[in-house]
């Protein structure tokens, strides 16, 4: 990864270390102000709360779904810019988390395993990496990158993102280490992670009469109003707390009352539950392999009935219920610490999930359910708080988003944009698109897909021999649910050939 020296975003900032050192703990920039005039500027920068949520797609009041019982994060959305039209680069785990942290375009998220084998580099390799360097203390609690407690061991002695961290766990309460937390069953036993060890005897929902700290995300709450109450009696440096919550990830385990607060009778069934017209499934779609392969399923991979359908979504609505419960909780907080009004907020989800919509269940597709995601930040005195906006975005725009609003300098590579203009003005125009990118690495196709207002293209190619599988193209304007590929209709023609050449130009752009 490579970065301009430090001393090139600002003529004032000597990019020696040990002058990056000292200059930790000069408190630089005022609030949405101009880099590289403040470096002597004595002013306590914004503290910044960033709540991660794993698999969650807009199933939220403040989105506009009138099922999803969310009184949080509606709550929030009231003093945020909640922008209704996120997209992440890749609906996976670990390269949409590596693309958010780093803010570059990847491959995968193999990207940190070689950084934790060389020296510190001069230049940042996460947003957390660049405000530690800026004198914030960064702190990340439960799964903020892939691996939950951003630790690669058991025992959370090595952060799984070197140089970024003062402090990185995860609670495991009862289930031995951080991954047997989050895939934890209420008596203590878990699902073991790996795409290798498919263990299919464990259940893809729980929903047992405990309390919050039955299941993992209660215990990540506690952790993080801990961790704040300790931080609120420093008044020595900035923080960056970054939390990060589990469900609605498989499985989709909650306390039962999160259950009762849905009639599965109300909660709706997709009105796309079939392939597109005028696709190949095996490009565009998959065999809902995590939830049919993973988990004991009684029909095999890919076979699920109504009645399944229908006990899967309840378990996901319940799932997001409870997450939200553990949301207000660290929100709550915040405002009884007197933190509120010095730290900003920003809430993300690495990206969506299917509810039936295609047919299947699951992430891990190019269509608009799976890379669609939640974005809200609040920033406290922000002009029209609650005021959602329409404009086009993408999780690579949260580092540039990170660094201005802390009054540090952007590293001058990174490939989105501050969001800062639409935090100003909701109604501000924007003409840019979205990319995103999914890999089938075991049969070796590769999809590029962009998202603009009014179209959504993929494109399906070959990875070994570069031929050209596939091309959809949906006009969102008639069929916003994706429905039907219109990538061969003469009067798109024109269309097809702008959007080709923008995807063929971006998928140059991601980091091998």
């Known amino acids: 990864m490579k970065y301009k020296a430090l001393n090139q975003y600002c003529p004032s900032y000597n990019s020696s270390w040990l002058l990056i050192k000292l200059s930790q703990f000069i408190l630089i920039g005022v609030f949405l102000g101009s880099v590289c005039q403040a470096a002597s500027v004595q002013q306590k920068p914004k503290n910044i709360l960033f709540i991660s949520v794993d698999d969650l797609r807009p199933t939220i009041g403040a989105y506009g779904d009138t099922i999803a019982q969310t009184p949080s994060l509606d709550r929030l959305a009231e003093k945020s810019r909640v922008f209704l039209h996120h997209y992440v680069q890749a609906a996976v785990c670990s390269t949409s988390r590596a693309a958010l942290l780093s803010g570059q375009r990847l491959k995968d998220g193999s990207i940190w395993s070689k950084l934790r084998r060389q020296p510190e580099p001069e230049n940042p390799v996460s947003w957390a990496h660049h405000l530690r360097r800026f004198g914030y203390e960064t702190i990340s609690i439960g799964k903020v990158s892939h691996q939950p407690g951003g630790v690669i061991d058991k025992q959370q002695n090595v952060h799984e993102i070197p140089f970024s961290w003062d402090e990185a766990f995860g609670p495991v309460g009862i289930w031995q280490h951080p991954w047997g937390a989050f895939f934890g ?181 190019n269509f608009e359910v799976a890379t669609r995601s939640p974005l809200m930040i609040s920033v406290p005195g922000m002009n029209q708080p609650g005021a959602a906006t329409s404009a086009i975005v993408e999780t690579v725009d949260l580092f540039p988003t990170l660094a201005e609003l802390s009054g540090t300098p952007i590293p001058e590579d990174l490939a989105g944009k501050s969001l800062l203009p639409w935090l100003d003005d909701p109604e501000k125009d924007s003409e840019d698109s979205a990319h995103s990118f999914f890999i089938r690495r075991k049969e070796g196709y590769w999809g590029d897909t962009v998202r603009t207002s009014n179209f959504r293209l993929v494109h399906w190619w070959d990875v070994n021999s570069g031929q050209s599988l596939q091309v959809e193209l949906y006009d969102l304007r008639s069929d916003p649910q994706e429905t039907i590929n219109v990538a061969d209709r003469p009067k798109y023609a024109s269309v097809v050939r702008k959007l080709m050449t923008a995807v063929k130009d971006y998928s140059g752009q991601v980091r091998q």
């Open 185 to 365: 069953y209420a008596d203590g036993s878990f699902r073991e992670y790996g795409y290798g060890n498919n263990k299919n005897d464990t259940v893809a929902y729980e929903y047992i009469d405990v309390d919050d700290n039955g299941y993992a995300d209660g215990l990540i709450a506690e952790e993080a109003i801990k961790k704040l109450e300790q931080l609120a009696g420093s008044a020595s440096q900035p923080f960056c707390l970054a939390v990060g919550f589990y469900k609605p990830h498989l499985p989709h385990n909650a306390p039962s009352r999160y259950w009762d607060l849905y009639d599965p009778e109300k909660i709706p069934q997709p009105s796309n539950s079939r392939p597109p017209e005028g696709v190949d499934p095996e490009y565009s779609l998959h065999p809902s392999f995590e939830l049919t392969t993973h988990y004991d399923w009684p029909g095999g991979e890919g076979n699920i009935t109504e009645a399944q359908a229908r006990k899967q979504r309840h378990a996901y609505y319940a799932c997001v219920s409870y997450v939200d419960t553990q949301i207000g909780k660290v929100l709550d907080a915040l405002d009884r610490l007197g933190l509120a009004e010095t730290t900003i907020v920003a809430l993300w989800s690495d990206h969506g999930w299917h509810l039936g919509e295609g047919g299947i269940f699951g992430k891990q597709t």
